[in-house]
């Protein structure tokens, strides 16, 4: 068991955990955010992105060891006193969701796009978005959201 | 009408799905759960001798391990052939059967306990090619059933020989498709919870057909359908695939929740779903064909064979839907068909988006284009010769005069949005040109039934409530699998009743509260469903009408008007108030009114005659037709997708948004299906077990998608509505393959397209995915490496040194696993067994500095790939690894993987070595007893294999600041266009001196055994201009050097001329960028 200080959502935590669990454990079992999803648990498909630190992370890969001290923004924490963000709108609106697994996911990695570069170029949204796989949408629609969000 | 039909309308579960609101099957977390796990077979076939489970109970927390003999009700399942185990009796068919099932408190112990279930086997020689199976001394896969071949379906339209012999042509081809991986994002997953009331079981997860699902544990559990209720829940994604699996995972939930006593659940992890899910079948299809000189078709006769696997499952159906359909939508005499389902020892196949119908468009649309080659005519002109015109009649006998026959609208549609013709000539003229890149364009049609057919009863249910508020309930007895079923089911309720979408409420569907209203499948949903909604809120609406007639004075229905939340006269009377409906629901309320009303619909009769496949099969069909417009890197034989165009007679376009929706998607996972998925099991062994060998699209994959909805409304639909879901996904593969022959002017009769299959015209097969070479060869670890049931990370013990100088006292006194980024560490740690301790660096700052001086760059080894390919200084003066390192992995991999671990790991397919070596780069490595450094190109030994001792750390990358000015190129490939391995890469370092390369440098990555600088072939084009002529002088030797190294590798057919191609095309650049 390994004690870590974590930060999730504007929130501090401190806990005990086992050596062997992931962040993406730590915010589903531990702290039951279950928004941030497990699709492949080897960083291949994106539905456990979640902000650490300010950069998009697949929170399947990072040991709680990684995560000591940390700063984590999840799904959970897009909407603020009960309004959507221009993000999730953008989403809803351009019906940039259908079955919505690798929606948090999609949507961590375009919050944290947007937050370093409100602007992006289609270029750029495609690159911060390639480890988000999605099976229904085509993306299409994704990328519309995001570009939407950034006008 | 059309209150808020055929509108944008947003998904009525979009706030919970971007909230992380939303709940899916592995969300839900009950008190005294258990978690299950279950136990593989460890061979594909074989006869079990024996299992022994005696350390497995050991485990603690284990609380029930269940076997073939627990099983309370019906052994054997399936839903038209009784020939599958949910837990298998003594034999195994396939990879993917389960031996046993284990109940625990944690599911860490679970998982644990099933690794130790011991089970001997007496292998049997599989077989795994269908066409072997349907031999006549084929071993029986099943002996009950007495022939390996499932079934047999033909069709027999005309005289087959008589068309042939008044033919001016006869043909045959032979066509293949592979098996293809549904993907769906959310993998699998069940929670088996004990109902006291009804003595029997409530069941969540990801479940496609709650009703099939009902009965199939019904029989297991030897219960009656009314104990078993199905509650599903959010669902992510199925295409047709969350339907046996999860059955057979809800029997085996319910038993060990039977056993326990206790909610049980039982989560897949992807290399599970990979394993154990069905497929879409393989094909194996003979065409021959008979036609005129002017392309006039005269005969066809079809022989097919469908790799059913292991079992028959949803193998009758599937192939049903191919017999009728096998020969397009064009108008033949004469047609023979037979398609035979047939047992092997594969994964089993079952239903995916598409259905017995992707497989065949994929055969008959490219031969139409070979057709019309043949006949010198145009592939527009052949299909407008033949295709299906109002009154036709199909191969099965069906006169198609009930609907719209669109199937000349939709394919000109198509074509004259994506400027087909113009691109044509454009594209002819580009390729005479003979450059790197061949451009094509293509396109397919297709017709397809609507809902079942005559395979099977075809009817559904609804149930629409209104409350005395005029609030109203909507629920049905179809399922939200995504596509946005409930939102349309509610715009429907809307429309009828003139009410807000927002006062509607969809309910979450259980079986227990609604007549079982079919499988979610065959697109039918809005066809089928929605016409049972209609048929509910019709039924209230006159209810409601009836209370306040004479409240509006009218006498009929249809002298009102429901629209935006009020009641009122077509004709406006000014004394004659309008209604609000809300008033009116209350009115109905206290007259004692049922505002509650079952929808039933029964689809339109269709028929079949089994013996000669003819009758009306459907009641109505859809039309569609897709451009592709690509391109083909010949040096590699990569397709780029341009553009597809994909017109489709939906009908009447209910949502817009979710119509549009269903193409870009269907498109994507059909341009999948083409070109990247290739699903890997060689002798019944799954290689494909991960979504890193199992590659699906990305965003960077796809082009731009251009959908055409066309409209002419069915007299059967709801509103006009039929079917769209699956037509997006069976057209692409036909028109990308008919694109390609324009492109390349070969012929292809195989899908996938992979980089292979359009380079050398074979597909050759890959070997075990790297990461987990790398756990077998590592000279890293000593631990015994025992393959896991289910991949996860266990026993592990992380040390986080307080700096540099801890962590290299740690590393002195024992060994240690470093943690950097951990992207490549905590992937091989699933596959590993036994006790790991791991000493994190990653919080160590010291080695995440970039330090600039006038001679070099040194990088500290925990510098995140993002931190590299953002410093100005390192573009600046090494250009080749910031471009080099921007094609690592994803951005996520790339936000936490760093260029120490990526150096030590030393995979050959590492992307920062060719820049590394290029650049002289020299690596620090330090221990307790001090620091040495060791230049980039002497680090790797071979594969995986480094001289970093077990003690040392690599704190620093230093790379001198070149003196003069190089020219670069780098070019990396890759199956896909992100989150690759690299299949190859190729650096290329040049200086100049008076027009002549002075100074030459080209390393290769992922080629030879490691990546290194290929010195003999540098040394050819020193002191001379870069010309083409001298480019093409490095061919022979370049040839010799790899035939020499790497000759007998199973990639080196491909790998040999493609690297040439490259090394040609990186230095064709660097005269390009020299101008």
């Given at each position: 068991m390994i004690k870590i200080k974590i930060n999730v959502n504007g929130k501090d935590h401190e806990l005990e955990v086992e050596d062997s669990m992931r962040l993406l454990d730590i915010l589903r079992d531990e702290l039951r955010l279950t928004g941030t999803k497990e699709g492949c648990a080897v960083g291949e498909c994106g539905a456990c992105t979640v902000i650490m630190n300010g950069n998009a992370v697949n929170s399947c890969l990072i040991l709680a060891t990684q995560a000591n001290n940390a700063t984590i923004k999840t799904v959970e924490n897009l909407e603020q006193d009960n309004v959507l963000s221009k993000l999730q709108n953008a989403f809803v609106d351009e019906g940039a969701i259908q079955c919505g697994f690798c929606t948090p996911g999609m949507l961590m990695s375009a919050k944290a796009l947007l937050d370093k570069t409100p602007h992006p170029t289609e270029e750029q949204i495609k690159e911060a978005l390639e480890g988000n796989l999605c099976r229904c949408t085509g993306y299409v629609p994704i990328l519309n959201a995001v570009k939407k969000a950034a006008e | 009408m059309d209150n808020i039909i055929g509108k944008k309308v947003k998904r009525i579960d979009a706030y919970e799905k971007v909230t992380g609101k939303a709940i899916y099957g592995d969300d839900i977390k009950l008190v005294d759960m258990l978690y299950a796990a279950v136990r593989y077979t460890d061979i594909p076939v074989g006869k079990i001798t024996n299992i022994d489970c005696s350390e497995a109970k050991k485990v603690h927390g284990v609380v029930k391990i269940a076997l073939f003999k627990d099983i309370p009700g019906q052994q054997k399942l399936g839903p038209i052939r009784s020939d599958q185990y949910a837990i298998v009796e003594d034999e195994v068919f396939f990879s993917g059967d389960v031996i046993a099932i284990v109940a625990a408190e944690t599911k860490e112990n679970a998982l644990k306990a099933a690794d130790l279930i011991h089970v001997e086997y007496k292998p049997i020689k599989g077989i795994f090619d269908p066409r072997e199976a349907i031999k006549p001394e084929a071993r029986l896969i099943h002996p009950e059933y007495k022939s390996n071949v499932i079934l047999h379906y033909p069709l027999r339209k005309g005289n087959i020989e008589k068309g042939f012999s008044e033919s001016d042509h006869v043909i045959e081809r032979n066509y293949s498709t592979g098996f293809h991986e549904h993907a769906y994002i959310e993998p699998e997953t069940v929670t088996a919870v004990p109902d006291h009331t009804s003595k029997g079981f409530k069941i969540y997860g990801s479940i496609q057909n709650p009703f099939t699902t009902r009965k199939v544990v019904a029989l297991f559990m030897g219960l009656n359908m009314n104990q078993i209720n199905i509650l599903g829940s959010t669902l992510g994604g199925s295409f047709g695939g969350k339907d046996d699996i999860i059955n057979y995972m809800a029997c085996r939930c319910a038993l060990l929740s039977k056993l326990t006593g206790k909610p049980v659940k039982l989560t897949y992890t992807r290399e599970n779903s990979l394993k154990e899910s069905y497929k879409r079948h393989p094909y194996y299809m003979k065409y021959k064909v008979g036609f005129n000189n002017d392309g006039k078709l005269k005969a066809m006769k079809i022989n097919i064979i469908a790799d059913s696997g292991a079992y028959s499952s949803q193998t009758f159906f599937v192939t049903w839907r191919s017999v009728v359909q096998a020969t397009g939508p064009y108008e033949i005499e004469n047609v023979e068909t037979d398609i035979r389902g047939v047992y092997t020892n594969n994964t089993y196949t079952a239903a995916f988006r598409g259905f017995g119908s992707p497989q065949i468009i994929f055969a008959q649309e490219s031969l139409m284009d070979e057709i019309a080659e043949i006949c010198g005519i145009s592939p527009r002109e052949v299909r407008k010769l033949n295709g299906f015109k109002q009154g036709s009649i199909t191969a099965s006998g069906q006169i198609l005069n009930k609907h719209t026959v669109s199937l000349d609208e939709v394919i000109d549609k198509a074509l004259i949005k994506a400027d087909y013709k113009k691109k044509l000539e454009e594209y002819k003229k580009l390729n005479e040109q003979n450059g790197r890149y061949k451009y094509g364009i293509g396109f397919s049609c297709s017709y397809r039934g609507c809902a079942l057919g005559a395979e099977g009863t075809d009817a559904t249910s609804a149930i629409v409530s209104v409350q005395a508020d005029g609030s109203i309930y909507v629920f049905t007895g179809l399922n939200e699998n995504g596509q946005g079923m409930r939102t349309t089911f509610s715009q429907i309720t809307a429309e009828v009743l003139g009410t807000?979408?927002?006062?509607?409420v969809f309910l979450e569907p259980q079986t227990a509260t609604i007549t079982d209203g079919g499988p979610t499948v065959a697109s039918r949903g809005t066809i089928m469903g929605g016409n049972a909604v209609i048929i509910a809120a019709e039924k209230i609406k006159m209810r409601i009408f009836n209370i306040i007639k004479e409240d509006l004075q009218v006498n009929d229905i249809e002298e009102t008007i429901w629209k935006d939340g009020t009641i009122s006269r077509k004709d406006q009377v000014t004394n004659i108030k309008s209604i609000k409906f809300e008033d009116a629901a209350e009115k109905a309320y206290w007259a004692g009114e049922n505002l509650s009303a079952y929808g039933w619909y029964n689809a339109p009769d269709v028929s079949w005659d089994e013996k000669n496949g003819q009758g009306n099969a459907y009641f109505t069909y859809v039309y569609g037709s897709h451009v592709a417009d690509i391109r083909i890197d010949t040096s590699t034989g990569k397709i780029k997708v341009k553009n597809i165009t994909a017109a489709h007679d939906v009908g009447k376009v209910l949502n817009k948004l979710g119509a549009e929706g269903q193409i870009y998607g269907g498109v994507t996972q059909g341009f999948g299906y083409t070109v990247i998925e290739d699903y890997n099991i060689q002798d019944g062994v799954v290689k494909s077990d991960n979504l890193d060998n199992y590659l699906i699209p990305t965003i960077k994959d796809i082009g731009n998608i251009d959908p055409i909805l066309i409209e002419n409304e069915d007299v059967d639909g709801p509103f006009g509505a039929k079917s769209l879901g699956e037509p997006t996904l069976e057209l692409t593969s036909a028109a990308i393959n008919n694109a390609l022959k324009f492109a390349t002017g070969k012929q292809s009769y195989e899908i996938p397209l992979t980089l292979e299959k359009v380079f050398l015209g074979i597909n050759l097969k890959k070997p075990s995915r790297q990461s987990q070479v790398a756990t077998h060869d590592s000279c890293k670890t000593h631990v015994r490496v025992v393959d896991k049931q289910t991949l996860r990370i266990t026993d592990i013990k992380t040390i986080t040194p307080k700096n540099l100088k801890d962590a290299l006292e740690q590393l002195s006194k024992q060994e240690l696993q470093i943690l950097s980024g951990g992207t490549d560490v905590v992937i091989e740690l699933r596959m590993k067994t036994g006790e790991h301790t791991l000493l994190d660096i990653s919080h160590l700052e010291k080695l995440k500095n970039i330090k600039v001086t006038e001679n070099e760059i040194s990088i500290g080894g925990g510098c995140t790939f993002t931190q590299i390919i953002s410093n100005s200084d390192i573009k600046k003066h090494f250009p080749m690894l910031t471009k080099a390192c921007s094609t690592i992995g994803s951005l996520q991999i790339r936000n936490k993987g760093t260029i120490g671990g990526n150096i030590v790991n030393a995979a050959p397919c590492a992307d920062s070595f060719p820049p590394l070596i290029a650049y002289n780069a020299e690596f620090v490595l330090t221990s307790k007893n001090g620091t040495r450094k060791i230049s980039a190109d002497k680090f790797i030994i071979k594969n995986y294999k480094t001289q970093i001792n077990s003690d040392e750390i690599l704190i620093d990358v230093i790379i001198p600041v070149p003196k003069k000015n190089y020219e670069y190129s780098y070019f990396q490939l890759g199956r896909r266009n992100a989150v690759n391995i690299t299949r190859i890469s190729i650096g290329i370092l040049i200086s100049f001196e008076n027009n002549l390369v002075e100074e030459c440098v080209i390393v290769s990555g992922s080629l030879f055994h490691k990546p290194m600088r290929i010195k003999e072939i540098e040394q050819i084009l020193i002191d001379k201009e870069l010309t083409l002529q001298s480019i093409n002088s490095i061919e022979e030797p370049l040839k010799e050097i790899i035939d020499n190294a790497i000759g007998k590798r199973w990639s080196s057919a491909y790998k040999l001329p493609v690297f040439i191609n490259m090394t040609k095309d990186a230095l064709t650049e660097i005269i390009v960028q020299r101008g």
């Amino acid at each position: 068991m390994i004690k870590i200080k974590i930060n999730v959502n504007g929130k501090d935590h401190e806990l005990e955990v086992e050596d062997s669990m992931r962040l993406l454990d730590i915010l589903r079992d531990e702290l039951r955010l279950t928004g941030t999803k497990e699709g492949c648990a080897v960083g291949e498909c994106g539905a456990c992105t979640v902000i650490m630190n300010g950069n998009a992370v697949n929170s399947c890969l990072i040991l709680a060891t990684q995560a000591n001290n940390a700063t984590i923004k999840t799904v959970e924490n897009l909407e603020q006193d009960n309004v959507l963000s221009k993000l999730q709108n953008a989403f809803v609106d351009e019906g940039a969701i259908q079955c919505g697994f690798c929606t948090p996911g999609m949507l961590m990695s375009a919050k944290a796009l947007l937050d370093k570069t409100p602007h992006p170029t289609e270029e750029q949204i495609k690159e911060a978005l390639e480890g988000n796989l999605c099976r229904c949408t085509g993306y299409v629609p994704i990328l519309n959201a995001v570009k939407k969000a950034a006008e | 009408m059309d209150n808020i039909i055929g509108k944008k309308v947003k998904r009525i579960d979009a706030y919970e799905k971007v909230t992380g609101k939303a709940i899916y099957g592995d969300d839900i977390k009950l008190v005294d759960m258990l978690y299950a796990a279950v136990r593989y077979t460890d061979i594909p076939v074989g006869k079990i001798t024996n299992i022994d489970c005696s350390e497995a109970k050991k485990v603690h927390g284990v609380v029930k391990i269940a076997l073939f003999k627990d099983i309370p009700g019906q052994q054997k399942l399936g839903p038209i052939r009784s020939d599958q185990y949910a837990i298998v009796e003594d034999e195994v068919f396939f990879s993917g059967d389960v031996i046993a099932i284990v109940a625990a408190e944690t599911k860490e112990n679970a998982l644990k306990a099933a690794d130790l279930i011991h089970v001997e086997y007496k292998p049997i020689k599989g077989i795994f090619d269908p066409r072997e199976a349907i031999k006549p001394e084929a071993r029986l896969i099943h002996p009950e059933y007495k022939s390996n071949v499932i079934l047999h379906y033909p069709l027999r339209k005309g005289n087959i020989e008589k068309g042939f012999s008044e033919s001016d042509h006869v043909i045959e081809r032979n066509y293949s498709t592979g098996f293809h991986e549904h993907a769906y994002i959310e993998p699998e997953t069940v929670t088996a919870v004990p109902d006291h009331t009804s003595k029997g079981f409530k069941i969540y997860g990801s479940i496609q057909n709650p009703f099939t699902t009902r009965k199939v544990v019904a029989l297991f559990m030897g219960l009656n359908m009314n104990q078993i209720n199905i509650l599903g829940s959010t669902l992510g994604g199925s295409f047709g695939g969350k339907d046996d699996i999860i059955n057979y995972m809800a029997c085996r939930c319910a038993l060990l929740s039977k056993l326990t006593g206790k909610p049980v659940k039982l989560t897949y992890t992807r290399e599970n779903s990979l394993k154990e899910s069905y497929k879409r079948h393989p094909y194996y299809m003979k065409y021959k064909v008979g036609f005129n000189n002017d392309g006039k078709l005269k005969a066809m006769k079809i022989n097919i064979i469908a790799d059913s696997g292991a079992y028959s499952s949803q193998t009758f159906f599937v192939t049903w839907r191919s017999v009728v359909q096998a020969t397009g939508p064009y108008e033949i005499e004469n047609v023979e068909t037979d398609i035979r389902g047939v047992y092997t020892n594969n994964t089993y196949t079952a239903a995916f988006r598409g259905f017995g119908s992707p497989q065949i468009i994929f055969a008959q649309e490219s031969l139409m284009d070979e057709i019309a080659e043949i006949c010198g005519i145009s592939p527009r002109e052949v299909r407008k010769l033949n295709g299906f015109k109002q009154g036709s009649i199909t191969a099965s006998g069906q006169i198609l005069n009930k609907h719209t026959v669109s199937l000349d609208e939709v394919i000109d549609k198509a074509l004259i949005k994506a400027d087909y013709k113009k691109k044509l000539e454009e594209y002819k003229k580009l390729n005479e040109q003979n450059g790197r890149y061949k451009y094509g364009i293509g396109f397919s049609c297709s017709y397809r039934g609507c809902a079942l057919g005559a395979e099977g009863t075809d009817a559904t249910s609804a149930i629409v409530s209104v409350q005395a508020d005029g609030s109203i309930y909507v629920f049905t007895g179809l399922n939200e699998n995504g596509q946005g079923m409930r939102t349309t089911f509610s715009q429907i309720t809307a429309e009828v009743l003139g009410t807000d979408l927002k006062k509607i409420v969809f309910l979450e569907p259980q079986t227990a509260t609604i007549t079982d209203g079919g499988p979610t499948v065959a697109s039918r949903g809005t066809i089928m469903g929605g016409n049972a909604v209609i048929i509910a809120a019709e039924k209230i609406k006159m209810r409601i009408f009836n209370i306040i007639k004479e409240d509006l004075q009218v006498n009929d229905i249809e002298e009102t008007i429901w629209k935006d939340g009020t009641i009122s006269r077509k004709d406006q009377v000014t004394n004659i108030k309008s209604i609000k409906f809300e008033d009116a629901a209350e009115k109905a309320y206290w007259a004692g009114e049922n505002l509650s009303a079952y929808g039933w619909y029964n689809a339109p009769d269709v028929s079949w005659d089994e013996k000669n496949g003819q009758g009306n099969a459907y009641f109505t069909y859809v039309y569609g037709s897709h451009v592709a417009d690509i391109r083909i890197d010949t040096s590699t034989g990569k397709i780029k997708v341009k553009n597809i165009t994909a017109a489709h007679d939906v009908g009447k376009v209910l949502n817009k948004l979710g119509a549009e929706g269903q193409i870009y998607g269907g498109v994507t996972q059909g341009f999948g299906y083409t070109v990247i998925e290739d699903y890997n099991i060689q002798d019944g062994v799954v290689k494909s077990d991960n979504l890193d060998n199992y590659l699906i699209p990305t965003i960077k994959d796809i082009g731009n998608i251009d959908p055409i909805l066309i409209e002419n409304e069915d007299v059967d639909g709801p509103f006009g509505a039929k079917s769209l879901g699956e037509p997006t996904l069976e057209l692409t593969s036909a028109a990308i393959n008919n694109a390609l022959k324009f492109a390349t002017g070969k012929q292809s009769y195989e899908i996938p397209l992979t980089l292979e299959k359009v380079f050398l015209g074979i597909n050759l097969k890959k070997p075990s995915r790297q990461s987990q070479v790398a756990t077998h060869d590592s000279c890293k670890t000593h631990v015994r490496v025992v393959d896991k049931q289910t991949l996860r990370i266990t026993d592990i013990k992380t040390i986080t040194p307080k700096n540099l100088k801890d962590a290299l006292e740690q590393l002195s006194k024992q060994e240690l696993q470093i943690l950097s980024g951990g992207t490549d560490v905590v992937i091989e740690l699933r596959m590993k067994t036994g006790e790991h301790t791991l000493l994190d660096i990653s919080h160590l700052e010291k080695l995440k500095n970039i330090k600039v001086t006038e001679n070099e760059i040194s990088i500290g080894g925990g510098c995140t790939f993002t931190q590299i390919i953002s410093n100005s200084d390192i573009k600046k003066h090494f250009p080749m690894l910031t471009k080099a390192c921007s094609t690592i992995g994803s951005l996520q991999i790339r936000n936490k993987g760093t260029i120490g671990g990526n150096i030590v790991n030393a995979a050959p397919c590492a992307d920062s070595f060719p820049p590394l070596i290029a650049y002289n780069a020299e690596f620090v490595l330090t221990s307790k007893n001090g620091t040495r450094k060791i230049s980039a190109d002497k680090f790797i030994i071979k594969n995986y294999k480094t001289q970093i001792n077990s003690d040392e750390i690599l704190i620093d990358v230093i790379i001198p600041v070149p003196k003069k000015n190089y020219e670069y190129s780098y070019f990396q490939l890759g199956r896909r266009n992100a989150v690759n391995i690299t299949r190859i890469s190729i650096g290329i370092l040049i200086s100049f001196e008076n027009n002549l390369v002075e100074e030459c440098v080209i390393v290769s990555g992922s080629l030879f055994h490691k990546p290194m600088r290929i010195k003999e072939i540098e040394q050819i084009l020193i002191d001379k201009e870069l010309t083409l002529q001298s480019i093409n002088s490095i061919e022979e030797p370049l040839k010799e050097i790899i035939d020499n190294a790497i000759g007998k590798r199973w990639s080196s057919a491909y790998k040999l001329p493609v690297f040439i191609n490259m090394t040609k095309d990186a230095l064709t650049e660097i005269i390009v960028q020299r101008g």
